[in-house]
């Protein structure tokens, strides 16, 4: 079996880089309270965790400048405006 099949009864989706963009944009969205956990825990903010996961995609965006096709440019600066706009309004309000 190869790395990418996956196990026998866990069918798993195709990932492919926006469902990875979006992987980690859920995941900074969770820690800014903005969408419930998905392990059902109540919704909690985390604004170093969700900084965190920004500067990871910061850091993904400036290490695939030249590489990346027009819509995953595009997909990966929306992700990155949305989060830190919703970062910024989080950040206002827990210190407001």
């Given at each position: ?39 059902g825990a109540e919704l909690e903010t985390n ?16 290490k695939t400048h030249g590489n990346l096709d ?27």
């Amino acid at each position: 079996m190869s790395p990418s099949s996956p196990l026998p009864g866990s069918e798993l989706p195709h990932v492919d880089f926006h469902t990875f963009l979006l992987s980690l944009a859920s995941s900074a969205m969770v820690h800014l309270g903005r969408v419930p956990d998905p392990s059902g825990a109540e919704l909690e903010t985390n604004l170093a965790m969700a900084r965190q996961t920004i500067d990871i995609l910061v850091m993904l965006r400036d290490k695939t400048h030249g590489n990346l096709d027009a819509n995953e440019a595009v997909l990966l600066d929306r992700v990155l405006h949305d989060l830190r706009l919703a970062w910024v309004e989080e950040s206002k309000a827990k210190y407001s």
